[in-house]
């Protein structure tokens, strides 16, 4: 099997069907594929350039951008090596979806970190169905007197 390892990279990360964004240490929007087209509305012209807010609900950018900042300072990130963050996100339709992603700090020459990447995955059904659950167990306690 031929396969040009580049080639291969840059259709994995564009075609993805998870959203794969990178951000650069001002909190630039500089990728954005195909998924993340499908997941948040927007389209690659509409995202490059902006900051990531235009995701990230108003009452969530603070508390993000105290541990962007932090992370492209220090290199020290709470949701290092594959650990699975859960938030609300926002549609360019101004709605909300839940997401699941991880990320991974992209590093320059001297060893700085010069942005991040993530991968985000819409889990939003199954988010409403354990809520539903949830809502169903508190109900049935509540009939049985417990």
Not at 30 to 47: I, M, P, V
Not at 54 to 68: C, V
Not at 87 to 102: N, Q, Y
Request: positive net charge; hydrophobic residues 40%; contains cysteine.
């Amino acid at each position: 099997m031929n396969i040009d390892v580049t080639e291969f990279c840059q259709t994995l990360v564009a075609d993805a069907p998870d959203a794969i964004i990178f951000a650069d240490a001002e909190g630039l929007v500089r990728y954005w594929n195909h998924g993340a087209e499908r997941l948040f509305g927007f389209s690659k012209l509409d995202a490059i350039g902006q900051t990531l807010d235009i995701i990230i609900p108003a009452s969530l950018r603070k508390r993000h951008w105290e541990g962007y900042t932090r992370t492209i300072q220090t290199g020290l990130t709470r949701y290092g090596d594959g650990d699975v963050l859960s938030v609300p996100a926002l549609r360019k339709d101004g709605s909300r979806v839940s997401i699941e992603f991880t990320i991974l700090p992209f590093h320059d020459r001297d060893k700085r970190i010069c942005g991040i990447a993530a991968i985000l995955r819409n889990v939003t059904k199954r988010y409403e169905e354990v809520k539903s659950l949830r809502a169903q167990l508190a109900a049935l306690r509540i009939n049985q007197g417990g």
